[in-house]
């Protein structure tokens, strides 16, 4: 099979219109060829390469990030002007952590600023927005509304956990779009809006400082199953006031601490031998290390078992020192 001829230089490669190519020459038969796609009525552009070595979950969802921002750019490219990007479609070109249902879906999210009337057509989901104020310009080079205005679009999308994990995300450690402050006054001047009720009881139970959605997760099955709620940022110390490591969740009295370990964890070999030693420091320094995994987030009760089990445990040490150190005194 032959290759396709080059296009013209004037296109400046993809996404380009038909009618643009058209006029410069380029045949019909040119533009249905197989190194070309077509994500927009009237639109084409050079297919995507196989994202094959992707290996790690990060490595993907860069390759699904870039896929839509490749579709932002098909679209706005049709539409000859900068466009508002909202709810889910503004989510993730944040970077916010969402369910694997919004996060694959394939639909853009458009919105209008009032009096215009929502956008409409193949390939997006129209919306209206009142506010000019709160667009502005995103990382990614598109304009998309504030980040807590975009929390708060998702409400009747998610569900009051999957809130909360957005909503510790805006107000992370590192970066924070937002403080845990503002994200509770935005939600406390709602008045009329679809799940108001969820993003009240999920701003109660968001944490600022987290460092990653599978750290929300963790916290939030450990309540779900009963257990008190984590620390956040606990800085641990040996026996000699010498910093051992800051876990992701902690349970001080018990000196418990948890660590999510994702994929790098275990296809880098130096991340994998980092963490041999991590766990080593503190165990010397007398906490019980306890490493969580996908697997565990996928069947939370063994993970609820074993943390119950170890401050069960740890408490029951406790008290039995207690118990030796009484009973010593009063000999």
């Known amino acids: 099979m032959s290759r396709p001829s080059p296009l013209p ?15 410069l ?3 019909a038969a040119r533009l249905r060829a197989s190194d070309l796609e077509a994500p927009f009525h009237g639109i084409r552009r050079s297919k995507a390469a196989p994202a094959e070595n992707a290996e790690t979950g990060e490595e993907r969802a860069r390759v699904r990030l870039e896929g839509l921002r490749r579709d932002c750019e098909a679209f706005q490219r049709r539409e000859g002007r900068p466009v508002i990007f909202s709810h ?14 919004l996060e694959s879906r394939q639909v853009l999210d458009v919105a209008a600023l009032t009096p215009d009337h929502a956008p409409q057509g193949a390939g997006i989901i ?9 667009v502005v ?4 080079g598109f304009l998309v509304p504030a980040p807590l205005r975009v929390w708060v679009q998702l409400a009747p999308l998610l569900s009051v956990d999957e809130l909360i994990v957005a909503g510790d995300h ?5 970066a924070p779009f937002a403080s845990l402050n503002e994200l509770l006054e935005t939600v406390a ?14 701003a109660t139970r968001v944490r600022a400082g987290t460092d990653s959605a599978a750290e929300s997760r963790t916290r939030l099955v450990l309540i779900d199953g009963g257990l008190p709620e984590p620390v956040i940022g606990h800085k641990v110390l040996d026996r000699d006031g010498y910093f051992v490591g800051t876990p992701d969740l902690a349970y001080v009295v018990e000196r418990v601490a948890l660590d999510y370990e994702g994929e790098i964890h275990r296809v880098d070999r130096e991340t994998f031998e980092s963490d041999i030693e991590r766990r080593e420091r503190f165990q010397d320094a007398g906490w019980r290390h306890i490493r969580v995994t996908r697997e565990h987030l996928a069947h939370p009760h063994t993970l609820v078992d ?13 008290g039995a020192s207690k118990t030796f150190a009484s009973a010593h005194l009063l000999r």
């Open 9 to 23: 230089d004037a296109l400046g490669g993809s996404p380009f219109r038909v009618g643009e190519a058209r006029g």
């Open 25 to 27: 020459g380029v045949s």
């Open 88 to 101: 889910v479609t503004a989510a993730r070109l944040y970077r916010m952590p969402l369910p694997w249902r």
């Open 126 to 134: 129209g919306h209206r927005l009142t506010g000019g104020s709160f």
């Open 137 to 140: 310009a995103s990382a990614s």
């Open 170 to 174: 805006l107000v992370r450690r590192k």
């Open 189 to 202: 001047r709602l008045r009329r809006l679809r799940g108001v009720r969820k993003l009240r009881a999920a």
């Open 306 to 318: 074993r943390v119950g089990f170890a401050l069960a445990e740890r408490r029951a040490d406790r």
